[in-house]
């Protein structure tokens, strides 16, 4: 069958322009880009008025982040125009190993979006990390044959990189043998260590923070991901990539995103309009979100309104505010004015089911396992830094005395990061800086990338209440405060995904994100996405883990005291 869009304002991404153009469909596949009459198709629709450009695609996306299975997030992005993704499995692999692959790969088979994978690069992130799971180059090899793997994900170990590890240079040399990409993780690496790491292979990099910095990445050849996620908002420190020449080697990415915030803010088309608002062209910005991102991964056909292009195309009520109307994926209609047609989840048998779920092996907690023995009263802070996931190392001078170092005055709290795989019974403590809690203590299971408990309280009474109400539902995040649960979602998908519908689970996430700024903390803070990442060691500068305080820039454990 044909269909023809008629009467519509083409987004032209290969010359940035607005063209009046009908668009002709068959089979999946743009087969003409011009001006047609009625009798020429079978089904027209008319969108006078309206501008159809191609479908979004996020070229960076932890599906775990946004808490959903792949299905509810497929429901959740379509709307938003989103086409296609391409996802990094590390969450749910660095707990359940190459089940959380497979799980990833079958639970998001045959969904109108497209979902495409890369490999987790580093199960656990580095060797200083406790994860339920290692997968080595031997285990990923058997993943390439797959259509939807499109290469090696996020190289974080760029310390072993530049220093020839061999074991990391083999994943990289093992997905650039099957033609495959690289994709980077290297915040503040710069200079010649940076030429190593691109020369290695790496092609990529999300973790800009700075103009300079992405600059120096496209100026050696490696495409820069603009990510605007919920703790990480890079956007406007890297607006002016949105200009020539480099925004013809930058596509734009979510990474991390809650379920709230697409709920309500939107997800690629919220970044587009936000360039927009700083005074950027908005069909530049469609480009680099849709013909670049393809062209990054190697997606052939894909992301340009062009003949022999598939069919996966948005139609915008306004081009000024990406406001999506009606979304083609693979010449078919999947959002009709703003609501998506059904979408079935896809069958999944027992055997995956047993292995990503009931992923908890920890003891209950005590408020005497947060208490930390004096020996100085200098002592090492997280600091955390808005709209980052870079920290800094603040030394301060600790009251031993009153409530065991916690001053609710210098914002100074306590944070625990409590081993949940093997039940070992290790546990790193610390203090953190930024979060702004004033009374109770949060936790939560999603902490990368090996996804232990992490707690931050006022108080050791409520951090034993709070991680003790994440370990008796199996997964999920909570708020406590003296000693009654005032919010808690539950994520019985290893600890990081709910079984619940999007809008149920972004209710839920939002009644938790209100009852944690009740308890003094700031939406500036995205205090619970922020936590998450305060455990990741592979970004600078202070980060914590089950064994204690880590130097990121060294990748060495150092003491809490000074």
């Excluded at 670049?292 to 306004?318: E, H, I, T, W």
């Excluded at 609710?408 to 093997?422: C, Q, T």
């Excluded at 998450?532 to 883990?545: E, G, M, Q, R, W």
Aim: some cysteine.
């Amino acid at each position: 069958m044909k269909t023809l869009l008629k009467n519509g304002t083409v987004v032209n991404v290969f010359t940035d322009s607005l063209c009046e153009k009908d668009v002709l469909i068959e089979d999946g596949v743009i087969i003409g880009v011009d001006s047609y009459t009625d009798t020429e198709a079978d089904h027209i629709e008319d969108v006078t008025g309206k501008y159809i450009c191609p479908g979004f695609i996020d070229g960076h996306i932890h599906i775990e982040s946004t808490m959903m299975t792949p299905t509810e997030l497929s429901k959740s992005v379509l709307i938003h125009g989103t086409t296609g993704i391409v996802a990094d499995p590390h969450e749910i692999a660095n707990v359940c190993g190459k089940a959380g692959i497979e799980y990833m790969l079958k639970a998001s088979e045959n969904l109108p979006l497209s979902v495409f994978l890369n490999l987790p690069s580093c199960v656990p992130s580095t060797p200083l990390d406790e994860s339920g799971a290692t997968l080595t180059a031997e285990d990923l090899m058997k993943f390439y044959d797959n259509k939807r793997i499109l290469g090696l994900a996020e190289m974080m170990n760029y310390y072993g990189v530049v220093n020839g590890d061999k074991d990391v240079l083999r994943k990289i040399e093992d997905a650039l043998a099957k033609d495959k990409i690289v994709d980077g993780h290297a915040p503040l690496l710069t200079g010649r260590e940076l030429d190593k790491y691109v020369a290695a292979g790496v092609q990529s990099d999300h973790e800009c923070s700075s103009f300079a910095e992405g600059s120096e990445r496209i100026e050696k050849g490696q495409w820069v991901m603009i990510r605007q996620g919920t703790a990480a908002r890079n956007l406007e420190d890297l607006i002016d990539l949105f200009d020539e020449p480099w925004n013809r080697r930058c596509i734009l990415v979510t990474d991390d995103k809650h379920p709230s915030d697409i709920y309500n803010d939107g997800h690629i088309d919220a970044m587009i309009r936000m360039a927009g608002a700083k005074g950027k062209s908005i069909p530049k910005a469609i480009r680099m979100a849709t013909l670049q991102a393809a062209q990054c991964f190697g997606l052939k056909r894909m992301g340009a309104v062009a003949p022999g292009y598939r069919a996966d195309l948005l139609v915008l009520n306004s081009l000024e505010q990406v406001e999506v109307r009606d979304v083609y994926c693979n010449g078919v209609k999947v959002v009709n004015d703003k609501k998506v047609i059904e979408i079935k989840e896809p069958e999944l048998d027992e055997a995956i089911l047993n292995e990503v779920n009931n992923t908890f092996n920890v003891e209950k907690q005590s408020s005497t396992d947060f208490i930390y023995p004096e020996e100085s009263n200098r002592c090492r802070v997280i600091r955390c830094i808005p709209g980052q996931l870079l920290t800094e190392e603040y030394i301060a001078d600790i009251n031993w005395s009153e409530n065991n170092g916690i001053d609710l005055n210098r914002d100074i709290l306590k944070i625990s990061v409590i081993e949940r795989h093997r039940n070992t019974g290790h546990r790193g403590i610390g203090f953190i800086q930024g979060i702004g809690l004033k009374k109770g203590a949060i936790a939560s299971s999603i902490s990368h990338d090996s996804h232990n408990i992490i707690v931050i309280g006022t108080n050791a009474e409520d951090m034993a209440c709070v991680a003790n109400c994440v370990i008796e539902q199996g997964g999920g995040c909570a708020a406590v405060c003296d000693g009654k649960v005032l919010s808690k979602l539950s994520l019985p998908i290893a600890g990081l995904m709910a079984d619940l519908s999007a809008q149920e689970l972004s209710r839920q996430h939002e009644h938790l994100m209100s009852t944690i700024y009740s308890m003094g903390s700031s939406e500036e803070v995205a205090p619970l996405m922020t936590m998450a990442f305060i455990s990741l060691t592979v970004i600078p500068y202070l980060k914590i883990n089950t064994f204690g305080l880590v130097d990121v820039t060294e990748q060495k454990q150092i003491s809490l005291y000074v």
